[in-house]
């Protein structure tokens, strides 16, 4: 009893619970996509899901062009948000908070409300939906969380190594190559990490955008788990969680990601 | 001038960024079935939407992701506030695993989440509906309210459990008027954060609402969004979640600004 | 040793975290009404100590009885001791009266009495009228002054208090210790109080325990541990004074500084090492006279308020320092006299380096988690254990840790006239001994080197 009770009084128990819960609903149902993966539907052992994905034309075709449009999603983000996120950082440039909050803002709406959005402004401008209607869509969704991490470690950036580039007779170019650049890259690591990883596994979204006719690797893996496919869809989850375990590891951001997203609030 | 450029851009970035969300805030105060018609003002497409009748389903949506959204951010911020006292007490190895393991749900993208416990409750042979919805909204929601307590506990002077202890008080007393009183305010944001995320989800919801009929509002768009049409009433209901998300996210900034107000002036 | 006049009684308490041993068998017994200080240095253990008595830790070992009742598992909300934090560790979110009336509200007493006893603990520590205000606004010592006010409303039977005036800035702090004082004499309970500094150990305490490297040194009052220290460490760390290798010749006769003296000290048996300590206080010094018993050269003065610190050499190249009211010149030749009373001879704990070990062959040994080459040893096998014996004098220490054979850190340091003794912390905790010329810091990183011809090997 009294070394119950000493248990309970340790504070560092208390994370039991929730040590229980991760390990069910996080660890084991990642178990679990694997355990299916190398299973047939009668439950043995075999590799048939991975030579059927690599065999079926159409799912190699999805991944590979889901690739691509995530790439395209990815250098535009990049592109425009980059500069963007230079400027609100610069206090000469932007002084305003409330700006950063704007920029923030969307990233908290629905998506698929967003994504009707889109839509809606298509029909309105009178544009075809399709692939442009898709990569702006994409653009559209994921670019605040490019600008996020890159604003947040630009701004945090110590003024004085660009004091001290320019001291050392650096021009306002120059500064910006070999000093900004360099020590903004973190930033655009978990920025690539949040727009990338996102693009690359949403279903839903292209085929609003797209009327059904442009299918994402995402949407594959939905159909096929939604028409009881369950090993071939956890098969394809397999590949995609591959694709993204070494995303994260080529931007290494992971510990980045998780804090930035905890700074937005 | 190069200010001037930079914030035309800015201001071109946000017009891109808001324009989707403003027509569909214009269009919902008039009738047409079709967007981009301008047939007049007219606040009906609101009233409609409230009604019910018709629009039965969509009600019933809109509670069902309400009630998931209380349930699941009640639920969280309970066990993530344990977990983060307990977390803050755990040292080396143990701590880093832990952590680790918390930030396995916010580095997953959702659909792997979604599958991922989609196959848990089918090997479990569990029927999915309310109660898978809720346990996987506390799965992706519980991470961001440790995130959220965790930097007050960081900032909570080590020896205040223990001089309550001292002075009598139980360790579930001291919890109670000691240790909750002073995480609080990383609770209410947690608990706010885990809200919205409820309500936003799409992805893990739709694999484990299961096949029962059950609808949230992420849901109820999915389906009729897929049939076609867009339901004239979903433009004030969208209007309305982006005044409420802009309300809720103003109120943490406010309340995390003042904290961080507060903390300057006590040093 | 269980009489009843003990209220605290703690006995063979041993506690380690993880390899540490923070704790070796400390033993201590309080009487009611005592106000004991358990001083140390940092990372002594008392801290420990005191967490283990309050129920924050638990030993791994041993028992603790308050008022006769064996509690040493029972949850520190349910012992009969309150303690004030360092870190004051008031409730932010409560004000003054209500982190006062905590644990009163705690054990349901009745109201009107909670506002007669929290108003009476706020006059007795200066803060009537504070009653209302934010805890956020006070002050240091008005925190500190809350937090007492809200562990003795309780009227516990033991005060624990944790280095409660470390925070505070010197005026501020000598205040609080008159203040401790009183308030010590007026409530009559048993005070327990942790302190490194022990300027403070004198004034406050009827007895204090110095602790180092989780034993006991020496239990005493006051004037014992000041004039009586128990050995090396206890005179090192109570007070300045000299220290200095000596030979007990025989009873009441010592020799140290190459000469022999006249001492009051008995029962050492004859040509024991010991250790001498002269408080620096203690030596007569006077102009260049016959009848000295010693004589020097000044080699610096400095004036400190009330006396003079000199350092004197002598002929032999010791150093001493002493203290005086008059000033002598830098170079003035000195005479000194000390009185027999005043040389304490202590046991020395060890007169070289014992070290558990194993033979790896007949010219190799390893001990301190490290092979030595020694010299060729007839008749013993390999794997056989042996002891390891090194004198002080025949450790090297140098600079670059790569250059030694093992690497640690120094962590005591005790200067003996003419040379330092220092303890070297290996990274596996064990301690080397070492007497050396050159001058090292504490904490400083070392390697360490041991020639093969000053390596003893014994059978066990």
Request: proline share 4%; glycine share 6%; with cysteine.
């Amino acid at each position: 009893m009294k070394q119950l009770l000493r248990f309970f009084l340790k504070r560092s128990t208390w994370s039991i619970p929730y040590a229980i819960f991760l390990v069910g609903f996080v660890v084991l149902p990642l178990i679990l996509i694997f355990l299916y993966a190398f299973q047939d539907a009668e439950g043995n052992f075999t590799l048939a899901n991975f030579s059927k994905f690599i065999s079926s034309p159409e799912a190699a075709n999805t991944f590979v062009y889901s690739i691509g449009i995530a790439i395209v999603t990815t250098v535009l983000c990049i592109l425009l948000g980059y500069p963007a996120a230079y400027i609100l950082s610069n206090s000469e440039l932007c002084r305003s908070k409330v700006m950063v909050v704007l920029f923030i803002l969307p990233m908290w709406i629905n998506i698929l409300v967003r994504t009707l959005a889109t839509v809606a402004l298509f029909d309105f401008l009178r544009l075809p939906l399709g692939e442009g209607a898709l990569i702006f869509g994409m653009v559209y969704n994921f670019l605040p969380f490019m600008i996020y991490p890159i604003y947040n470690v630009m701004q945090k950036m110590d003024h004085s190594y660009i004091e001290a580039a320019q001291d050392l007779g650096a021009n306002p170019m120059t500064v910006f190559r070999k000093v900004v650049v360099p020590l903004s890259m973190p930033g655009v690591m978990s920025g690539v990490m949040m727009v990338f990883m996102p693009t690359i596994s949403t279903f839903a979204i292209s085929e609003l955008l797209t009327m059904n006719n442009i299918k994402l690797f995402g949407t594959t893996i939905q159909e096929n788990i939604n028409n009881g496919m369950w090993n071939y869809g956890a098969a394809l989850s397999l590949i995609m969680l591959v694709i993204i375990f070494a995303t994260e590891l080529f931007s290494d951001g992971d510990g980045d990601r998780a804090s930035n997203e905890g700074g937005i609030i | 001038m190069k200010k001037f450029f930079a914030q035309a851009y800015l201001w071109f970035l946000l017009a891109m960024l808001y324009a989707p969300i403003l027509i569909i805030a214009i269009f919902s105060f008039t009738e047409a079935k079709v967007l981009g018609n301008w047939t007049g003002f007219s606040t009906k497409l609101y009233t409609s939407l409230f009604s019910g009748g018709v629009h039965h389903s969509l009600l019933s949506a809109i509670e069902n992701t309400l009630i998931i959204a209380i349930v699941a951010a009640a639920l969280s911020t309970i066990l993530g506030s344990i977990a983060a006292v307990g977390i803050h007490n755990l040292y080396g190895r143990k701590k880093a695993v832990i952590n680790t393991l918390n930030n396995i749900p916010m580095l997953n993208p959702d659909i792997i989440t979604g599958i991922s416990l989609f196959l848990l409750f089918v090997s479990l042979g569990i029927t999915q509906g309310y109660a898978t919805v809720i346990l996987a909204h506390i799965t992706f929601c519980t991470p961001y309210v440790v995130l959220c307590v965790m930097p007050r506990l960081q900032q909570m002077n080590p020896n205040i459990y223990e001089a309550a202890l001292d002075l009598g008080a139980t360790p579930w007393q001291a919890l109670r008027k000691v240790i909750i009183p002073e995480i609080k305010p990383g609770m209410i944001s947690g608990f706010i954060l885990a809200f919205t995320l409820s309500i936003d989800d799409f992805a893990v919801t739709i694999f484990t609402i299961g096949t029962e009929g059950l609808e949230t509002l992420s849901t109820y768009i999915y389906a009729d969004a897929r049939k076609g049409g867009l339901t004239p009433e979903l433009r004030p209901l969208s209007t309305i979640i982006f005044v409420t998300v802009l309300i809720l996210l103003i109120v943490i900034n406010v309340r995390s600004q003042r904290a961080a107000k507060r903390k300057e002036a006590t040093r | 040793m269980k009489d009843s006049n003990f209220i605290i009684e703690l006995s063979h308490i041993s506690k380690s975290f993880g390899d540490k041993q923070v704790l070796d068998d400390v033993s201590l017994f309080v009487k009611k009404g005592e106000f004991v200080t358990i001083l140390g240095p940092s990372g002594c253990g008392k801290t420990t100590l005191l967490r283990i008595l309050a129920g924050f830790g638990t030993a791994d070992e041993g028992e603790i009885r308050i008022d006769g009742k064996d509690i040493t598992s029972v949850p520190p909300h349910e012992r009969p001791v309150n303690t004030v934090f360092q870190r004051y560790a008031l409730f932010p979110h409560l004000n003054v009266y209500d982190n006062i009336a905590f644990g009163l509200k705690l054990k349901k007493v009745k109201d009107d009495e909670i506002e007669l006893r929290v108003r009476k603990a706020l006059k007795m520590v200066g803060m009537t009228d504070y009653e209302w205000r934010d805890v956020n606004s006070l002050s240091g010592g008005q925190q500190q002054r809350v937090a007492i006010a809200r562990a003795i409303v309780n009227r516990p039977q033991v005060l624990l208090l944790d280095e409660p005036l470390a925070a505070l800035d010197l005026k501020m702090r000598k205040d609080m210790q008159m203040e401790l004082k009183d308030m010590h004499k007026t409530l009559g309970i048993t005070f327990v109080y942790v302190t490194h500094d022990q300027e403070e150990a004198l004034t406050l305490s009827d007895t204090i325990v110095v602790m180092s490297e989780g034993k006991v040194q020496q239990i005493g009052t006051p004037t014992d541990i000041y004039n009586e220290p128990a050995n090396s460490f206890v005179a090192d760390f109570i007070g300045e004074s000299n220290i200095l290798n000596g030979t007990m010749v025989e009873d009441r006769v010592v020799s140290f500084m190459g000469r022999e003296w006249e001492c009051v000290d008995e029962g050492f048996g004859e040509n024991a090492p010991v250790d001498v300590v002269i408080r620096p206080e203690d030596i007569y010094i006077m102009a260049k006279t016959d009848s000295g018993m010693l004589e020097g050269t000044v080699q610096s003065c400095i004036f400190k308020g009330v006396h003079y610190e000199m350092t004197v050499t002598t002929p032999d190249g010791y150093e001493i320092m002493i203290q005086d009211y008059n000033a002598f010149e830098v170079g003035q030749q000195v005479s000194m006299i000390i009185k027999p009373s005043d040389i304490h001879v202590m046991h020395k704990e060890r007169t070289c380096n014992t070290f558990e070990a194993t033979m790896i062959d007949s010219t190799h040994v390893e001990f301190l988690s490290t092979q030595f080459v020694c010299n060729e040893q007839a008749g013993i096998t390999g794997g056989e254990k042996v002891e390891v014996e090194v004198n002080f004098d025949r450790i090297e220490l140098m600079d670059n840790k790569e250059d030694g054979m093992l690497v640690g850190d120094v962590r005591f340091i005790l200067y003996k006239g003419d040379h330092y003794h220092l303890t070297v912390r290996t990274f596996d905790g064990d301690n080397i001994y070492v007497d050396t010329h050159d001058v090292w810091d504490d904490r400083d990183i070392v390697g360490v080197k041991i020639m093969p011809d000053d390596i003893r090997i014994k059978r066990v």
